[in-house]
């Protein structure tokens, strides 16, 4: 155990050095902190809160499921799409959805890569997370289609027919860009769980529990040449998805910047989306550490320094996203093009400048009260912040596609573009589908790395030349 | 059963017939039987829709069933010709040339025939009424024919009757008349210019000398009429001849834009307005209302009320010294807007007529009141026009009658008790009689009431007998062009649902009732051969009807119907003399004249007209006078200058609107391309009111609010029913056209108006350009100022070769009127589907071809300019690039072809499309079960189905149907020999398409012109699609 995830630094040291609260409170040792976490799953039993939140979530995902078989049988023409408005909610929710992914990347292989140890206690729900937004978020793109049932057109598979997908088209490259993103997400989260489902496997009570944990622990008996082989795969995934923070969203970026519509075609695109992403992840993430932590009793694990560094993450994205506004305005101005200057204008001045107003008083005028330490402490004034910047960000996207489109080029064809029922519904189920997935997730899996957890401990130090 | 039996609501008993008539008295004691009778079908019973929609679901639930346990598509076999029928080769249509009638007047078509379906009808390039164009209305005639709401069966009071029941009691009607001479026998028609149909009635006439015609047609132009015999002391027939004007002065006339001879018009108005032939560029002037689309090409537009016109028209008239024209009441009209800016107007105006003697015209408008073309009758003579440029001939209509009075007299008699049989022959005279005359009440007091027409509409619902008449599709008949041509009618179909024709109907007022309307118009025409000089040299007298026909005849005859008009008939022009002076119909005559609203009870003294307003009505452009309100492709089409669909509104001008405090905004859901919010206003007018919404129209004269006709319908079918507001319920025998003392208060209520073009404004977005023919002629280039055209090699991928053809088009914006004929030509031509108003209200109508309207200058009075805008098919095509699939690519002759069945539906393409061109089928559009209308779609054009997008192709159906045949006949392509629909039918050829490869194609050589510019070059999306710029003539002496 104790060759398992060593950090190069003393987590006494790093505490010491940053001056603020330690990553883990003090007083635990290994037993401690694994019955601690595997007890929500195994021996806590099932709280009334979970069945009340879990019902609620589930009931969205049946709103979710009447949404999109309407939608299959009547086509996209329930939502308030239009000519020339062709993408609505549709896709602002799933650039939002895979923004929110992003933290969960970013904090397991990012901040692992940079040895931050306060991301061990984050970042199996963080990177769950990641995942249950990329099947929110993947969804869409599905059923915003006008045919969906031939959307496997757009994966390149040989055929009698010869076709191929358009390659040139930037809705190619997010196939490529969402599903290989899906898939490393999916197996960093699984390998980091081994060592987790083996503890599980080896305390459950049940048999189910024992059989189920066991299959899916392929068979890890924790043997040092297992612990060698895991931290070897765990850094080359870390690796494979580092890239993936970044190139996922300069895809989904693409859809727009490819594009000639003013207000999309921007080079700016990539780095601002990035921010963007990594900003509303963080903001997700707060939102749910900050409940959790609380209900499960968890403060001694996600410590007020959590909370701190991910609010000072938080505050730098937003201000790269803050510039990104001011440039994306100032290079339209500095064009001299005529379309381009209207979009600044149109976004400020028509008729949706209310929601522009919104979306820069929650991205870029409220989170500055981050610099303040005291709003950093408080956990109330947190966790308002980061539901402000969440629907912030939703309403950039909302203010990217929509203002854009909806008066383009040739003042003839001018429009509107309004949500209809359907439109809100089916978003509300895909927070209701994230919600059940994060609930089950709570229930039958350890919210927290147990390993890792572990290795931070100051009993897991190894003295050198002992 | 008897007529009189019949006649009588109280024993009627529970018949449909009778249910609708109670229901529309609101018959408490009725209702409380219908209630007691059959509770549970109230409902359904009282709403045909409900009951259509309870009949749909339970086929549908049926169908649903039946399909469960079935996987297997039903076998279908396809039955060979046994004996195939000459000339008819599957899969290649032909082409009948016939001519379709309205207000009494024809236009030559050649109708496309697919294994003998009529499904797209194109102009008659022989028939001087069309040269190869068509208006919007004959484009739409496909769908009237195949309308699924069409009366189907004969009827009698509701019950399916066969033919015969009907000759039965028409007969015994008739003995019953013989005695009396048919004094109780009355016919009422539409405008007749059918000389088969006249010569019938007139045959009617000659047994039943006491027996009365009477004419009721609102789509005829009952003030020119009025205006030539008020003139001229006798009816007289006017043609005008554009191509000899050098200056036309439009008086409150659309000439362009509606009316007889209008295709002809257009055609020749455009070919005198070529910039590159800028010294035969004619100027025209308008006083204008409602803004027209003659307005809009005007050199120089006045908008005045239409009160206003004859005033200034007699003040122009006396300014080039025609005599006899002062004002007789010293009346306002006029003086509202006699500002110095008008006098000058006045006398450039008249300076610029008089400077043109005998190449000048004055064309004064339908709406205007028939003492205003009496004054254009004594311009055009003072100043040399008549035989010139105006040509006077015998009527075109037969035997042309004061139509107001006569339906006024039909009223009394009516009222009177003296009518026993009433035969209508077309026509909807419930709806469209003016509200003073209570044709409706009064034709209930008629003993035995016949109406022959193509839909069971207001007027059948108070008649006795509805007859279902054929479309002209259908039926044989014959027509008169606005000069007088005459063209058979021949029909493309059997009747569809066993229709009879005015023909028929009027044969079984003779001893041969069954007769056939084919040999009925053959025997008048073989009658007539003589006069023809048919037959040439036998010199035998005129063959009796029927006594068989000469082999001469017979030759003859296959060539008229071959060519679609037959030779020689051709009014002749004559000289008439202007009489007198003309008398004044001023407003205030009108008022203080009118001895109460002719021909009825009921008027009501007209209020004060202080503060007031003045309401203006007139045809609408799509429905006009709501015949057509059962057609979804004219329903749909946006008005020309309005651009509003499926509704009728009350329009004023900015102005006017601010002082009303009423108007519209654009709703967040489709917003400036779909939805505006209006208040409804209530219209008070002469003791009488009614709501609709208030629409603001740039350039529309202040004071004065235009309501269009048509709307409001109660049974035109399931797409016209319930659509507007009836704008007929304000109108009065007295003030057809205009009218003072209209009160407009604002309900609170809001409306919305479905309307694809809110925003008019060109935002320095260069989508048209224009230059005043003197600057055309010093200094062409100053067209291209501002170009910003980005080099050819500004991009990544290589550029397309095109070894064979390279397709082009352009639109010249000099040349379009806006009369949207290209819009349903095209909607008829590709199978494009009618989405409905809620769907138009979402910003999704479909049309592939669309007209936008760009407003330039001052709000009272803007420069208005129409493009055209279909696939731009751009040689970068930003459409191309994004699509995942590769559902939309670039041909090897430069198209941007869409593979429908390749469409995922992602909607990139339509994003990124500067253009905005693009057409999504968010829902399933097209009607998929509607058997009948099966039969009228382009068997050459895919059907397409939901989450598919499409967009216009430049109907490459027609390109690979001419290059097979050019191949098949091994000669390259001409150049003409591919039309798109939407340049066939254009009436001022606005529209080229040709091989860009080809130098000396037409459209080469005018993408060579100077005016030649592409939309958005900037973009470098370098369209293949271009405009000509406009060039206006404007008079040096008033400038700009």
């Keep these: 155990m104790a060759e398992g995830l060593v950090p190069n630094e003393d987590p006494g040291q790093a505490v010491a050095a940053s001056g603020g609260p330690p990553v883990i409170a003090p007083g635990y040792t290994f037993g401690s902190v694994t019955d601690k976490i595997s007890a929500i799953v195994l021996t806590r039993g099932t709280p009334l809160g979970w069945w009340l939140g879990f019902l609620l979530a589930f009931a969205l995902v049946n709103v979710l499921l009447v949404s999109i078989t309407y939608l299959l049988v009547k086509g996209v023409g329930i939502w308030g799409i239009d000519i020339p408005v062709g993408w609505g909610f549709a896709i602002v929710n799933f650039v939002w959805w895979i923004g929110i992914g992003h933290a969960g990347t970013l904090i397991s292989a990012i901040l692992l890569l940079l040895k931050q140890t306060w991301r061990t206690s984050i970042n199996r729900f963080a990177e769950a997370m990641t995942l249950f937004a990329v099947s929110c978020a993947g969804l869409f793109p599905l059923i915003h289609m006008g045919r969906p049932w031939l959307a496997y057109w757009m994966v390149p598979y040989p055929n009698t027919m010869g076709v191929w997908p358009q390659f040139r088209s930037p809705l190619v490259w997010d196939v490529f860009a969402v599903s290989t993103y899906a898939t490393v997400s999916l197996m960093f989260w699984f390998v980091g769980l081994i060592p987790d489902l083996a503890t599980l496997r080896d305390r459950s009570p049940s048999r189910a529990g024992r059989v189920i944990y066991g299959m899916l622990a392929m068979g890890w008996r924790g043997s040092a040449r297992h612990w060698h082989r895991y931290e070897i795969a765990y850094l080359l995934l870390a690796g494979l998805a580092t890239p993936l923070v970044v190139s996922v969203h300069t895809v989904v970026s693409f859809d727009f910047a490819i594009a000639i519509v003013p207000g999309w075609h921007t080079t700016i695109f990539p780095p601002y989306f990035v921010a963007g992403a990594i900003y509303s992840g963080f903001a997700m993430v707060l939102t749910l550490a900050i409940p959790i932590r609380a209900i499960y009793g968890l403060e001694d694990f996600i410590t007020m320094r959590h909370l701190q560094n991910m609010a000072k993450v938080m505050l730098v994205t937003g201000l790269i996203v803050a510039y990104g506004y001011l440039v994306e305005a100032f290079i339209a101005w500095y064009s001299g093009d005529r379309f381009e200057r209207f979009v600044p204008f149109n976004r400020v001045t028509g008729p949706y400048a209310l929601f522009y107003a919104a979306l820069i008083l929650c991205n870029v005028v409220i989170p500055q009260a981050l610099w303040l330490k005291r709003v950093r402490n408080s956990v109330p004034v947190l966790f308002v912040i980061a539901i402000i910047v969440n629907v912030g960000m939703w309403l950039e996207r909302f203010i990217i596609v929509v203002t854009s489109l909806h008066r383009d080029f040739l003042t003839s064809s001018w429009g509107m573009y309004s949500p209809t029922f359907w439109d809100w519904a089916t978003f509300v189920g895909t927070i209701g589908l994230f919600l059940a997935l994060l609930f089950l997730f709570l229930r039958f899996l350890p919210m927290i790395s147990i390993a890792e957890m572990r290795a931070i401990l100051p009993e897991a130090k190894v003295e050198e030349g002992r | ?1040």
């Excluded at chain 2, 003073?436 to 109406?451: C, E, I, N, T």
């Excluded at chain 2, 609408?620 to 008005?639: I, M, T, Y």
Aim: glycine fraction near 10%; charged fraction near 20%; hydrophobic fraction near 40%.
């Design chain 2, 1 to 1040: 059963m008897s007529p009189l039996n019949s006649s009588k609501p109280d024993n009627a008993g529970p018949r449909t017939w009778w249910r609708a008539l109670e229901e529309r008295a609101g018959d408490p004691a009725f209702q409380e039987l219908l209630h007691n009778e059959f509770p549970s079908q109230v409902e359904a019973i009282a709403d045909p829709v409900a009951r259509r929609t309870f009949l749909k679901l339970m086929g549908a639930s049926l169908a649903l069933g039946g399909f469960t346990g079935c996987t297997l598509q039903p076998s279908e076999k396809i039955v060979p010709y046994v004996r195939q029928p000459e000339e008819l080769i599957p899969g290649r249509p032909l082409f009948f040339a016939t001519a379709m009638a309205l207000g009494g007047v024809a236009i030559g078509l050649l109708v496309e025939s697919h294994e003998g379906r009529p499904t797209k009808i194109e102009g008659n390039p022989l028939h001087p009424g069309s040269l190869g164009a068509t208006d919007a209305f004959a484009q739409a005639a496909v769908l009237g024919l195949y309308d699924p709401d069409r009366s189907q069966t004969l009827t009698n009071l509701g019950d399916i009757r066969p033919w015969s029941a009907f000759l039965g009691e028409l007969r015994a009607a008739l003995a019953a008349q013989q005695p009396l001479k048919g004094a109780g026998v009355r016919i009422l028609t539409e405008s007749v210019s059918s000389p088969t149909l006249a010569a019938q009635i007139r045959d009617v006439l000659s047994r039943f000398p006491s027996a009365k015609w009477h004419r009721w047609d609102p789509a005829s132009g009952e003030q020119a009429r009025a205006g030539a015999r008020l003139a001229f002391g006798e009816y007289v027939g006017v043609r005008y001849r554009f191509d000899r004007a050098d200056v036309i002065l439009a008086l409150d006339s659309d000439f362009l834009g509606c009316g007889p001879g209008s295709v002809r018009y257009a055609r020749d108005f455009a070919e005198r307005r070529r910039p590159g032939q800028a010294g035969r560029m004619n100027r025209l002037y308008a006083l204008d209302s409602m803004p027209s689309s003659t307005g809009a090409r005007a050199d120089h537009r006045l908008p005045v009320r239409p009160s206003e016109v004859e005033g200034l028209a007699r003040r122009i008239a006396a300014a080039i010294g025609v005599g006899g024209v002062e004002q007789a009441t010293g009346s306002s009209a006029g003086g509202q807007t006699t500002s110095d800016q008008t006098a000058r107007w006045i006398n450039a105006v008249a300076k610029d007529l008089q400077a043109h003697r005998g190449s000048s015209l004055v064309v004064a408008g339908d709406e205007q009141p028939a003492a205003v073309h009496a004054v254009a009758h004594a311009m055009n003579a003072a100043l040399g026009n008549a035989g010139s440029t105006v040509i006077y001939t015998d009527p075109v209509e037969a035997e042309p009658a004061d139509q107001l009075a006569s339906l006024g007299d039909l009223v009394n008699d009516m009222n009177a008790g003296a009518v026993d049989l009433l035969v209508i022959i077309g026509g909807n005279p419930v709806y469209t009689a003016p509200a003073d005359v209570p044709f409706g009440a009064a034709l209930s007091k008629v003993r035995l009431r016949v109406h022959l027409g193509l839909y069971d509409d207001e007027t059948s619902a108070l008649c006795h007998w509805q007859i279902p008449e054929t479309h002209f599709l259908e039926a044989w008949s014959d027509a008169r062009a606005y000069d007088g041509t005459a063209s058979i009618v021949q029909p493309l179909i059997a009747p569809l649902y066993n229709g009879k024709s005015a023909h028929e109907l009027l044969a079984a007022f003779t001893d041969r009732p069954e007769r056939s309307g084919y040999d009925i118009v053959r025997d008048y025409w073989n009658a007539r051969a003589a006069d023809l000089k048919i037959g040439g040299g036998d010199g035998a007298a005129a063959p009796k009807p029927g006594a068989g026909f000469s082999a001469a005849f017979e030759s003859a005859w296959r060539r008229w119907l071959h060519d679609g008009l037959i030779p020689g008939t051709a009014l002749s022009a004559r000289t008439v003399a202007v009489r007198g002076p003309i008398p004044s119909t001023s407003i205030a005559t009108m008022i203080a004249g009118a001895a109460g609203p002719r021909g009825a009870a009921g008027g009501t003294a007209p209020p004060p007209a202080d503060g007031a307003l003045e309401i203006v009505f007139r045809s609408d452009p799509s429905v006009l006078d709501g015949r057509f309100a059962n057609n979804g492709w004219l329903q749909e089409l946006p008005k020309p200058i309005t651009k509003l669909t499926w509704d009728n509104a009350v329009l004023v001008s900015p102005k006017t609107a601010e002082m009303l405090k009423v108007g519209g905004v654009p709703s967040m859901q489709g917003g400036e391309h779909g939805q505006i919010v209006s208040d409804v206003v209530e219209l008070r007018y002469r003791g009488r009111s009614v709501k609709g919404a208030a629409f603001v129209v740039p350039g529309h004269p202040d004071g004065c609010a235009t309501v269009h006709l048509g709307y409001g319908r109660t049974r035109a079918g399931q797409v016209g029913s319930g659509t507007g507001f009836n704008a007929n319920a304000l109108r009065t025998s007295d003030a057809m056209s205009f009218g003072p003392g209209l009160q407009i208060a604002r309900t609170g209520e809001r409306y919305s108006l479905a309307c694809t073009q809110y925003h008019h404004l060109m935002e320095g977005r260069g989508q048209v350009r224009a230059i005043t023919r003197d600057e055309f002629v010093r200094n062409p280039s100053a067209l291209k100022e501002g170009d910003q055209t980005p080099p050819k090699t500004l991009t990544l991928y290589p550029e397309h070769k095109y070894e064979g053809h390279k397709w082009g088009m352009t639109i010249d914006v000099n040349a379009c009127i806006g009369c949207n004929a290209c819009v349903v030509g095209c909607q008829s031509e590709n199978n494009i589907p009618v989405v409905g108003k809620a769907q138009v209200l979402a910003g999704r109508e479909m049309h592939w071809l669309r007209i936008d309207t760009y407003y330039r200058g001052p709000v009272d009075n803007p420069e208005t300019y129409f493009q055209p805008v279909p696939c731009m098919q751009c040689e970068n095509a930003p459409c191309e690039v994004v699509c995942p699939v590769g559902a939309t690519v670039h041909s090897d002759e430069g198209l941007n072809d869409m593979v429908y069945n390749r469409c995922v539906g992602t909607r990139y393409c339509s994003n990124n499309c500067p253009y905005k061109v693009r057409r999504f089928n968010f829902l399933l559009y097209q009607d998929w079960t509607t058997p009948s209308l099966k039969l009228g779609r382009n068997p050459d054009v895919t059907v397409r189905s939901r989450g598919v997008m499409e967009k216009c192709t430049y109907c490459v159906q027609r390109i690979n149907e001419a290059k097979i045949d050019a191949e098949k006949e091994e000669r390259p392509l001409k150049d003409g020999d591919i039309k798109t629909a939407c340049q066939q039918v254009c009436p001022a050829d606005a529209i080229v398409f040709g091989d860009l490869n080809d130098p000396g194609s037409r459209v080469a050589q005018l993408q060579r012109e100077v005016r030649n510019y592409a939309l958005l070059a900037e973009l470098n999306t370098r369209p293949r699609t271009t405009y000509l710029a406009v060039v206006r003539n404007v008079n040096p002496e008033l400038g700009e």
